[in-house]
């Protein structure tokens, strides 16, 4: 019983009963003692049938091992179905339980994982989705593998890859870490800037990234930001009063013009219907513009954060991209493919790319960039490091 004896007695129990009927006083103990024993005795039968999960599987406790390395990660993911890993999981979750703290984005919170209920296993369909993904989809994780540039990026996709694995927030504290030394979109082991910088801030907010930016490279050219939100671009417009040759736009960035509803609901904006139910809609109504119509001058650097519409945007911008190779720093956690298919269409786009992974959240799967920057400005910031050792 999950209310106590005492207070059941003075809630239910008339004064005389409690008084003089010590008896039904002292079953009622007994009867909530046996429920706690009842609640034990079931942990303690599901952690040993989940350990004989683990044994019909034929991999033991230690297959974490399997996920030290990039090829026997894969070979992991190849030999088992999702249905398997899942058990697999979930019986080392609840079986060592005191270790792990989980996350899982589609819940919002952290999570201590005790039994079979709860976020991760209330979210298993999900979690069997992203594993039959990754499956289907492994050679593309390959490809991205062997295409990153430092081994800190080949180390943050891997704590990333563990982590739809296994959702534990330790491979995420490890992951940002390795990240967190400099400005999200400004790494100085990878941004460098030369003269006459010109910024594209797509998903703007309040400003913060482009002030951050001004801050770093204060002798730009121009910056373009595109914010959707009314009342961010209110904000961004007062924060950034003081910088020259700004020009902040009321819309959002996609693959071409057209006009979307806006739910507007400050960082958790999102847009809510396509352009042919915009004119009937209650919701705000915001233009949709691609940076190629849009900015006719040639860019040095895009940053994008636009909650899913990362890939239309870079579609959109693909003419800047291919003509004029600009620095580009691109949110990679809205949607699970991203990971992998944000740089495969850059590299379509333009093949001169060198790629590199860092992640700005402790404790969750959020603020993943891959910075994109060209091989003459990469063989540009190998050569200044070099000389000035």
């Known amino acids: 019983m999950k209310t106590g004896i005492k207070e059941f007695a003075k809630r239910f129990l008339p004064v005389p009963a409690r008084t003089h009927n010590a008896q039904m006083y002292t079953l009622f103990k007994e009867l909530d ?3 706690g024993q009842q609640e034990q005795l079931a942990k303690r039968i599901e952690r040993l049938l989940y350990r004989d999960i683990l044994a019909s599987t034929t991999v033991e406790v230690s297959w974490l091992n399997r996920l ?3 090829e026997s990660l894969c070979s992991f993911i190849e030999e088992h179905d999702p249905e398997t890993i899942f058990s ?3 019986g080392v979750l609840i079986y060592d339980s005191e270790q792990y703290t989980c996350s899982l984005d589609a819940v919002g919170g952290r999570f201590r994982v005790t039994n079979a209920t709860g976020p991760f296993f209330e979210n298993k369909q999900r979690y069997l989705i992203i594993l039959q993904r990754i499956k289907r989809n492994l050679s593309e994780y390959k490809n991205l593998y062997n295409r990153l540039a430092d081994d800190i990026s080949r180390d943050v996709f891997m704590h990333h890859m563990r982590f739809r694995i296994i959702p534990i927030e330790n491979y995420l504290n490890e992951s940002y870490a390795l990240s967190a030394e400099y400005s999200q979109y400004f790494d100085n082991d990878i941004i460098t ?3 006459n910088e010109v910024f594209v801030d797509c998903g703007g907010f309040d400003g913060s990234t482009t002030r951050e930016f001004t801050r770093l490279c204060s002798d730009y050219e121009r910056i373009y930001i595109y914010e959707p939100s009314k009342e961010s671009i209110v904000n961004c417009t007062a924060n950034l009063a ?21 739910n507007e609901k400050g960082s958790r904006s999102k847009f809510v219907s396509n352009s042919i139910d915009a004119a009937n809609s209650d919701e705000n109504v915001i233009e949709i513009v691609s940076l190629d119509n849009d900015i006719k001058h040639p860019v040095t650097f895009i940053k994008m954060d636009i909650e899913g519409f990362e890939l239309d945007a870079i579609r959109g911008a693909s003419a800047h991209i291919k003509n004029e190779s600009p620095k580009l720093a691109i949110c990679l956690y809205h949607k ?5 298919r944000i740089p495969k269409l850059i590299n379509e786009i333009n093949p001169n790319y060198n790629y590199f992974l860092r992640h700005y959240n402790l404790i969750k799967n959020w603020e993943l960039i891959l910075y994109a920057i060209p091989n003459e400005a ?10 000035g050792t």
């Open 33 to 35: 003692e046996i429920k």
């Open 68 to 70: 030290k390395t990039f």
């Open 88 to 90: 697999i999981v979930s």
């Open 193 to 195: 800037f030369g003269e």
């Open 242 to 262: 003081d910088c020259s040759n700004v020009l902040i736009r009321n819309a959002g960035v996609g693959c071409e013009q057209k006009s979307l509803s806006f």
């Open 336 to 340: 699970p493919s991203d990971i992998w």
């Open 378 to 387: 990469e063989n540009k910031r190998k050569l200044s490091g070099t000389l």
